[in-house]
């Protein structure tokens, strides 16, 4: 008889494969620094508890660490310690109190619940308010009132001071990395497409880096840009040099569409204007010969004279888009690059936006669902702890908020990772906690386990669990000193926890373990649908190119959004995780309809015959006809025997793709 191997899921199997990220030296030293010296100081003028409470402060800010540019640093690190400093205030207001303790505590949660759909900044300062709050409504904490939260709200600023201090040194070098970034990553798309061997998969793979990218740089710039007052020309030239990336983009597909082979001179002068771009140097002029800006940026002096005679459309293309942007890069004034501020976005404009968004919170349904579920699993967590005696009863409270934040991902992956990523924690709290005597030596110890939350963060949540877990434990026995007997007490209260969020928090509502991707996808699609039209369709030419290309852009966003929902899907159980994995093909296919459209455009550009009104019409009615397909559940998509359009014609791939995406579409619910 066959004997089955008994393997672990699928789901678990992709939730605790370590995400390869490199390691972040500078966070790493910031958290080591921040959190020890705290208590280093504490411990030597005989108030380790005080140290405690400010290293607590500074782990909070060591989470928070995550932004690449300065400013952005200041809100990430800065706004959620108010927030944490109001938190812990509160809870101690109610500490002993019972169940007015209770129905505090709860109330924070539904705030804080609601919070977390405004935005990052709202959502880490919403997970401090109420983690600070469970803190100070369940253990005592030493001095007046005002003295925690102090302490806590200085251990986090002094992460936020040593991450600011090369800020005069390094001022704009995360955007201008960022945008270098693009660069090499659209030389790798290059690379990718120009093979003229069709492969998908490193082509799609390369697309998607460009797209995150491309993303993460223009998040970068428009954030820097918002809080900068008036024009800034360093700002304006980064955007000019991120919207010059755009034509080589949409050149890439024109070479993998139709398996035309890239000379690697180009990809290898894509990759010349990235070190340009990195290094932010700029020509004295714009005009070429000897001393030129071309010659400044390390470029060669005629574009064309380097590469080999372009034979097709995509290596015009390509090459066209170079020539612009090695000319972005070597004018010496950026404004005559950009003639359009508001492509970067006005700061009043983007606030105007920011309260809008708040109102739309305040009366979402969604965010009220969100905060709901949060409050209900945070009350049922108190009220236990208030009828049965459970040592050190915050823990329950503080498992739930970290797993159960609905922006965070998966609820139930988050709670199995934390269960498994607590149990390895405690491996090592239990070892250090026996054998390393309360004083002195606390220092070093923290200063070792505090390298590992920025180092393991990247990995995954399980990954950060296991780093912050001996972390936690120790600070609290320097509060408490309750020594190895913290350490039973502490899995059973994360393993409560985990089950409150995992009954209350997901089980309990349907809308958490189903699965949004076809409704956004058929989002995405109608999206495509208009592209086309405006791609396509009457007064297409007389459409701005930045038009389409930012139209381009938001249905590569959204796409990216989908791919990231869709990798949340996956480390759900079934059946949530098998629909996901089931939506995939239609996702691919999607963004080939997308590169399809943009090929034919650039194609046309380039002297290609355009197409047809009805062939136009065609396309862009069976796109709508597959969006409004994907909203159903029970509805097949009918896929079409054939187009009317002539075989020859510009919008013959795309077609193709149209066919291919209906006839994998299906009811995937």
């Given at each position: 008889?066959?004997?089955?191997?008994?393997?672990?899921?699928?789901?678990?199997?992709?939730?605790?494969?370590?995400?390869?990220?490199?390691?972040?030296?500078?966070?790493?030293?910031?958290?080591?620094?921040?959190?020890?010296?705290?208590?280093?100081?504490?411990?030597?003028?005989?108030?380790?508890?005080?140290?405690?409470?400010?290293?607590?402060?500074?782990?909070?800010?060591?989470?928070?660490?995550?932004?690449?540019?300065?400013?952005?640093?200041?809100?990430?690190?800065?706004?959620?310690?108010?927030?944490?400093?109001?938190?812990?205030?509160?809870?101690a207001l109610v500490f002993g109190h019972g169940w007015t303790a209770v129905a505090a505590v709860t109330l924070v949660a539904l705030i804080s619940g609601m919070m977390s759909t405004i935005g990052a900044v709202a959502s880490v300062s919403g997970l401090l308010l109420l983690l600070n709050c469970v803190i100070g409504a369940g253990l005592p904490l030493p001095g007046e009132w005002w003295l925690a939260p102090a302490l806590m709200t200085?251990?986090?600023?002094?992460v936020l001071a040593l991450a600011l201090l090369a800020w005069p040194l390094r001022s704009g070098v995360p955007e201008r990395t960022a945008v270098a970034a693009t660069y090499r990553n659209a030389a790798a798309l290059l690379e990718a497409a120009g093979t003229g061997d069709g492969d998908d998969d490193a082509y799609d793979k390369a697309r998607a880096a460009v797209t995150a990218s491309l993303n993460q740089a223009y998040d970068l710039v428009l954030a820097r840009r918002t809080r900068d007052h008036g024009r800034s020309p360093d700002l304006v030239r980064l955007i000019a040099e991120l919207n010059?990336?755009?034509?080589?983009?949409?050149?890439?597909?024109?070479?993998?569409?139709?398996?035309?082979?890239?000379?690697?001179?180009?990809?290898?002068?894509?990759?010349?204007?990235?070190?340009?771009?990195?290094?932010?140097?700029?020509?004295?002029?714009?005009?070429?010969?000897?001393?030129?800006?071309?010659?400044?940026?390390g470029l060669p002096e005629e574009l064309p004279e380097d590469l080999p005679e372009p034979h097709g459309a995509a290596a015009r293309a390509v090459h066209h888009a170079l020539r612009h942007a090695a000319d972005t890069l070597a004018d010496p004034d950026p404004l005559t690059v950009v003639h359009a501020e508001d492509r970067l976005g006005r700061p009043a404009a983007l606030r105007v936006r920011a309260r809008r968004a708040t109102r739309n919170v305040i009366l979402s349904g969604a965010s009220w669902r969100y905060g709901l579920r949060l409050a209900l699993c945070i009350g049922i967590a108190q009220a236990l702890v208030s009828l049965i005696d459970v040592?050190?009863?915050?823990?329950?409270?503080?498992?739930?908020?970290?797993?159960?934040?609905?922006?965070?991902?998966?609820?139930?992956?988050?709670?199995?990772?934390?269960?498994?990523?607590?149990?390895?924690?405690?491996?090592?709290?239990?070892?250090?906690?026996?054998?390393?005597?309360?004083?002195?030596?606390?220092?070093?110890?923290?200063l070792v386990l505090a390298t590992l939350i920025p180092a393991l963060t990247p990995r995954?949540?399980?990954?950060?669990?296991?780093?912050?877990?001996?972390?936690?434990?120790?600070?609290?026995?320097?509060?408490?000193?309750?020594?190895?007997?913290?350490?039973?007490?502490?899995?059973?209260?994360?393993?409560?926890?985990?089950?409150?969020?995992?009954?209350?928090?997901?089980?309990?509502?349907?809308?958490?373990?189903?699965?949004?991707?076809?409704?956004?996808?058929?989002?995405?699609?109608?999206?495509?649908?208009?592209?086309?039209?405006?791609?396509?369709?009457?007064?297409?030419?007389?459409?701005?190119?930045?038009?389409?290309?930012?139209m381009r852009r938001r249905l590569y966003r959204d796409l990216s959004d989908i791919r990231t929902e869709f990798q949340r899907a996956l480390t759900e159980p079934p059946p949530t995780?098998?629909?996901?994995?089931?939506?995939?093909?239609?996702?691919?296919?999607?963004?080939?309809?997308?590169?399809?459209?943009?090929?034919?455009r650039v194609r046309v550009r380039h002297g290609a015959d355009p197409p047809g009104a009805g062939e136009v019409t065609e396309v862009s009615r069976q796109l709508s006809e597959l969006a409004e397909a994907l909203r159903e559940v029970e509805v097949l998509v009918p896929v079409p025997v054939d187009f009317t359009g002539p075989k020859d014609s510009v919008l013959e791939p795309l077609r193709q793709e149209v066919g291919a995406a209906r006839a994998v579409a299906s009811p995937r619910r």
């Open positions: 008889m066959r004997h089955r191997t008994l393997t672990p899921p699928d789901w678990l199997v992709r939730s605790l494969k370590p995400q390869p990220a490199p390691i972040p030296w500078a966070a790493v030293t910031r958290a080591a620094i921040g959190m020890s010296l705290p208590l280093a100081i504490g411990t030597a003028a005989g108030k380790p508890t005080y140290g405690a409470l400010a290293a607590m402060g500074a782990l909070s800010g060591v989470i928070g660490d995550t932004a690449d540019a300065y400013r952005m640093r200041i809100l990430n690190i800065a706004v959620p310690q108010l927030f944490g400093a109001l938190g812990v205030t509160l809870g200085g251990g986090g600023l002094l010059a990336v755009t034509p080589v983009v949409e050149a890439a597909p024109v070479a993998h569409r139709y398996g035309e082979k890239l000379p690697p001179e180009l990809p290898a002068a894509m990759r010349e204007l990235a070190k340009a771009v990195e290094r932010g140097k700029r020509g004295p002029h714009g005009e070429k010969g000897e001393g030129s800006a071309y010659a400044d940026l040592p050190r009863s915050y823990w329950v409270a503080l498992t739930i908020t970290f797993v159960l934040k609905p922006d965070f991902g998966s609820v139930f992956s988050r709670a199995v990772l934390r269960a498994l990523g607590t149990a390895a924690g405690l491996v090592v709290a239990a070892a250090v906690l026996s054998s390393v005597e309360r004083g002195w030596w606390d220092v070093p110890v923290v995954g949540y399980g990954y950060q669990t296991a780093a912050i877990t001996p972390v936690i434990l120790l600070l609290s026995d320097v509060l408490n000193h309750q020594g190895f007997g913290l350490v039973v007490p502490r899995l059973v209260d994360s393993l409560i926890g985990c089950a409150i969020a995992l009954i209350a928090g997901y089980l309990l509502w349907p809308e958490s373990w189903h699965t949004r991707i076809g409704d956004r996808l058929a989002d995405a699609v109608s999206d495509t649908a208009r592209y086309v039209e405006c791609a396509f369709g009457p007064g297409s030419d007389a459409t701005a190119p930045a038009a389409r290309a930012r995780g098998a629909r996901a994995a089931a939506w995939w093909p239609l996702v691919v296919a999607v963004e080939r309809i997308v590169d399809a459209t943009t090929a034919a």
